[in-house]
């Protein structure tokens, strides 16, 4: 999370926020704070509490079917906090068992270090996919499969409501249904400004006036990093031929929410 005097920008992940906090962070660097990452409303110190409503709020989204090729393929190169609860072994049974009550165990480590373990297999993502939105159980971390919701909705939308609304981890544990987590979005999302990653550099431009920066300055640090985006996938770049009509259809189910509200499409 960075906060400057203007705004706070929050980072969803795998939908470009590492870039856009760069540059973000140097347009504020001499009047900004960069406190941890991913973070939930619930996990901001509270003495930043008080000025979270009066700060404009800004975050990244993305096209769902392009999210979770990103997400994997991030994790075939042995990177990111999923790829590393699912394969290193960590037992958290008990974890799960005291904070929810529910017993969901992990699978064998070396079933998921196989899927990871080429970013071109698209059967490999394909079952990985399935695991991740289907079988339930099992646990994958977050809460996410132990949630409520888990039934209705995917692992983006998921976190697209802990991190962008207000009592988000809370909620989602209660919620039953679809047009209830909308309700609850429509009341408790706090989010004024989102920038996709289609266009990242194009969307900070063109708020720049709105978060109290000066657009010949954004311009400026935009194409002073523009070819170094970080914390990027090594993957085939058209998410589409990982999908066939099965998989593809998943996506569209489980995150109707993401895809109706920023019209997006296959």
């Not at 005097?5 to 795998?14: D, N, S």
């Not at 700060?55 to 590393?84: E, H, M």
Request: with cysteine; aromatic share 14%.
């Amino acid at each position: 999370m960075l906060i400057s005097k203007h705004f706070i920008y929050l980072e969803l992940h795998k939908t470009g926020c590492t870039h856009t906090r760069d540059i973000l962070y140097r347009l504020c660097k001499d009047d900004c704070e960069i406190i941890g990452k991913h973070n939930t409303y619930e996990q901001l110190p509270r003495k930043y509490r008080n000025i979270f409503k009066e700060r404009i709020k800004i975050a990244n989204i993305r096209n769902p079917w392009d999210w979770y090729v990103s997400l994997w393929s991030f994790g075939c190169q042995g990177k990111g906090g999923l790829y590393t609860r699912l394969t290193n072994g960590i037992d958290i049974k008990t974890f799960i068992k005291e904070k929810l009550n529910i017993l969901y165990p992990k699978l064998d480590p070396s079933f998921w270090a196989n899927l990871y373990s080429d970013p071109e297999d698209k059967e490999n993502f394909r079952i990985w996919l399935k695991y991740i939105l289907l079988v339930n159980k099992h646990s994958i971390g977050e809460g996410f499969k132990e949630s409520s919701i888990s039934n209705i909705v995917g692992l983006l939308t998921y976190r697209y409501i802990k991190l962008f609304t207000f009592f988000g981890t809370e909620i989602l544990n209660t919620l039953s249904s679809l047009t209830e987590l909308e309700h609850h979005d429509s009341r408790n999302n706090f989010i004024d400004f989102i920038i996709r990653n289609e266009h990242i550099n194009k969307d900070i431009i063109s708020i720049s006036k709105d978060i109290g920066v000066d657009s010949f300055a954004a311009k400026s640090v935009i194409k002073a990093i523009s070819n170094k985006r970080t914390n990027s996938s090594i993957r085939n770049k058209d998410y589409k031929v990982y999908y066939d009509d099965e998989t593809a259809n998943l996506i569209r189910e489980k995150e109707y929410f993401i895809i109706k509200k920023y019209n997006y499409a296959f």
